[in-house]
């Protein structure tokens, strides 16, 4: 190659000079073309990330959440009152998160882990990303641990694994809440960490839930986040996600947690879109062996109109969850509480996540009171019924009553067994109904109290032996020659 003079460069470099046209990018900066109800679409920020932060000029911060070919939707952090057209936004460069810890224990957050309960500053010095992935196939092991709510009516019939996602569905106003910290306090001594999440609710109905686990001495062990119904919508749609991310930190420690949502319906109304909760119940999983067999249990609570379970939210849920409790506003008003309609309930788990006392003693129930619902409404419509069909219709009856409880009083397993026990077995027969309630109240104190060893066994064990099953015979015997 010849060498060239030093008039030929300069005349070169001119002319590369004059054929250059600047790109000029938008890169780490964009502008707010719309706003309202919490989002904002923003021209610009070509290199943002799903889930950045990105921080506006009031300082004011969002979540980069749909990157679109022209254009980016960011959910705000805020109110967004003095964001307008035309606002610069930049690039943080961090994905959002919050910061996680054994600090958190027994106290109150917002939507963003920010201490609102007046006890101070939580001090911790890990961070988790709000949006994390679930774990993968050969993160996980099959649910058999069971997580007992001391509900006779679940435990019995719908059991509920450690790792399981099982939906509470129903009606307003039928029970759902009460049936989740029910759960929350039955894991008291039992080494699970709980986070209630409540989104969109009242702050009075949080603060009854609040008081109600710090009478029990359930807070020591759960933590609440609350998005109440006069917060932005973003952080209601937020608070799930919060939600989960702390009981992640305690999942991957390898500790089994229970996160209750309650509801989606106020989630999704928030923020409708289809996959919002897909992503977020997947994160729940029993872990396997090399992670360290922590769990995140999810209980969502789904609210239906009129009992449509064909409707959008629910249909959604109930695709993505792995059964459903359903609450019936029928039974409720009847009397039946917890008002749970064992026919269309079900757990896909099953008696994996089952103890082998419950299992043993807890097979024919479901049946029975199956079979005792058909008989009566067959029986409404009969003037004449024969003897058996009478004695079924009466050992029915007496077996529901079983499964009335009140609120805020779970049963231990060995409790629960003994109750099935001397229903299905015939005890209960020569009762009237009313009496039924008090006669098992009566019952179980007598068996702690006179026979300790029975429950001793079944907790130590978790199995029915037949040496429980001798004891458990002859304190019925004494008992109700007593009564």
């Given at each position: 190659?010849?060498?060239?003079?030093?008039?030929?460069?300069?005349?070169?470099?001119?002319?590369?000079?004059?054929?250059?046209?600047?790109?000029?990018?938008?890169?780490?900066?964009?502008?707010?073309?719309?706003?309202?109800?919490?989002?904002?679409?923003?021209?610009?920020?070509?290199?943002?990330?799903?889930?950045?932060?990105?921080?506006?000029?009031?300082?004011?911060?969002?979540?980069?959440?749909?990157?679109?070919?022209?254009?980016?939707?960011?959910?705000?952090?805020?109110?967004?009152l003095k964001i307008?057209?035309?606002?610069?936004?930049?690039?943080?460069?961090?994905?959002?998160?919050?910061?996680?810890?054994?600090?958190?224990?027994?106290?109150?957050?917002?939507?963003?882990?920010?201490?609102?309960?007046?006890?101070?500053?939580?001090?911790?010095?890990?961070?988790?990303?709000?949006?994390?992935?679930?774990?993968?196939?050969?993160?996980?092991?099959?649910?058999?641990?069971?997580?007992?709510?001391?509900?006779?009516?679940?435990?019995?019939?719908?059991?509920?694994?450690?790792?399981?996602?099982?939906?509470?569905?129903?009606?307003?106003?039928?029970?759902?809440?009460?049936?989740?910290?029910?759960?929350?306090?039955?894991?008291?001594?039992?080494?699970?960490?709980?986070?209630?999440?409540?989104?969109?609710?009242?702050?009075?109905?949080?603060?009854?839930?609040?008081?109600?686990?710090?009478?029990?001495?359930?807070?020591?062990?759960?933590?609440?986040?609350?998005?109440?119904?006069?917060?932005?919508?973003?952080?209601?749609?937020?608070?799930?996600?919060?939600?989960?991310?702390?009981?992640?930190?305690?999942?991957?420690?390898?500790?089994?947690?229970?996160?209750?949502?309650?509801?989606?319906?106020?989630?999704?109304?928030?923020?409708?879109?289809?996959?919002?909760?897909?992503?977020?119940?997947?994160?729940?999983?029993?872990?396997?062996?090399?992670?360290?067999?922590?769990?995140?249990?999810?209980?969502?609570?789904?609210?239906?109109?009129?009992?449509?379970?064909?409707?959008?939210?629910?249909?959604?849920?109930?695709?993505?969850?792995?059964?459903?409790?359903?609450?019936?506003?029928?039974?409720?008003?009847?009397?039946?509480?917890?008002?749970?309609?064992?026919?269309?309930?079900?757990?896909?788990?099953?008696?994996?996540?089952?103890?082998?006392?419950?299992?043993?003693?807890?097979?024919?129930?479901k049946l029975s009171?199956?079979?005792?619902?058909?008989?009566?409404?067959?029986?409404?419509?009969?003037?004449?019924?024969?003897?058996?069909?009478?004695?079924?219709?009466?050992?029915?009856?007496?077996?529901?009553?079983?499964?009335?409880?009140?609120?805020?009083s779970p049963l231990?397993?060995?409790?629960?067994?003994?109750?099935?026990?001397?229903?299905?077995?015939?005890?209960?027969?020569?009762?009237?109904?009313?009496?039924?309630?008090?006669?098992?109240?009566?019952?179980?104190?007598?068996?702690?109290?006179?026979?300790?060893?029975?429950?001793?066994?079944?907790?130590?064990?978790?199995?029915?032996?037949?040496?429980?099953?001798?004891?458990?015979?002859?304190?019925?015997?004494?008992?109700?020659?007593?009564?």
């Amino acid at each position: 190659m010849a060498m060239r003079t030093p008039e030929e460069l300069s005349n070169l470099i001119k002319e590369l000079i004059e054929q250059y046209t600047p790109e000029v990018k938008m890169v780490d900066f964009g502008i707010v073309f719309q706003v309202g109800d919490g989002i904002a679409r923003i021209y610009g920020l070509e290199r943002a990330m799903s889930g950045e932060l990105l921080e506006f000029e009031d300082s004011s911060l969002g979540i980069a959440l749909n990157l679109e070919a022209n254009n980016v939707g960011a959910v705000l952090l805020s109110d967004g009152l003095k964001i307008t057209e035309g606002s610069r936004v930049r690039c943080t460069g961090k994905i959002a998160e919050i910061p996680v810890g054994e600090a958190y224990l027994g106290r109150v957050v917002n939507a963003l882990a920010q201490p609102v309960d007046g006890k101070g500053s939580i001090s911790t010095t890990e961070t988790r990303a709000i949006e994390s992935l679930a774990p993968g196939i050969v993160a996980r092991r099959s649910v058999y641990e069971p997580l007992q709510t001391g509900l006779v009516a679940v435990d019995a019939m719908i059991p509920i694994g450690r790792g399981q996602r099982e939906l509470i569905i129903g009606d307003r106003q039928t029970g759902k809440t009460a049936i989740a910290v029910d759960t929350i306090l039955n894991q008291k001594g039992k080494g699970v960490i709980c986070v209630y999440v409540a989104i969109g609710q009242k702050a009075s109905s949080v603060a009854q839930v609040l008081n109600t686990l710090k009478e029990r001495g359930a807070l020591d062990y759960t933590i609440i986040v609350m998005a109440n119904a006069n917060e932005p919508a973003t952080l209601q749609y937020l608070a799930p996600y919060t939600g989960a991310t702390i009981a992640e930190f305690f999942m991957y420690t390898g500790r089994p947690t229970l996160t209750i949502y309650d509801d989606l319906s106020k989630q999704a109304q928030a923020y409708h879109v289809f996959y919002l909760h897909s992503r977020l119940l997947e994160r729940a999983a029993k872990l396997s062996n090399a992670l360290g067999e922590g769990s995140m249990t999810a209980l969502p609570i789904v609210e239906t109109q009129e009992g449509d379970v064909s409707a959008y939210i629910p249909t959604n849920v109930i695709s993505i969850t792995d059964g459903q409790i359903f609450l019936s506003a029928g039974l409720f008003n009847s009397g039946l509480r917890p008002a749970i309609n064992v026919g269309i309930s079900v757990s896909r788990v099953g008696s994996a996540a089952q103890p082998k006392a419950m299992k043993k003693i807890a097979g024919t129930l479901k049946l029975s009171l199956a079979q005792f619902a058909e008989l009566e409404a067959f029986a409404q419509f009969a003037s004449d019924l024969d003897q058996a069909t009478q004695n079924q219709l009466a050992r029915g009856a007496r077996l529901r009553e079983i499964l009335k409880q009140d609120q805020n009083s779970p049963l231990s397993l060995a409790e629960m067994v003994s109750s099935i026990y001397v229903g299905t077995n015939g005890y209960l027969d020569s009762l009237a109904v009313s009496d039924v309630r008090g006669f098992l109240k009566g019952f179980r104190a007598y068996l702690a109290s006179d026979y300790s060893r029975f429950g001793t066994i079944v907790a130590e064990t978790n199995a029915f032996s037949d040496e429980a099953e001798s004891i458990l015979k002859e304190a019925i015997t004494t008992y109700k020659a007593t009564v």
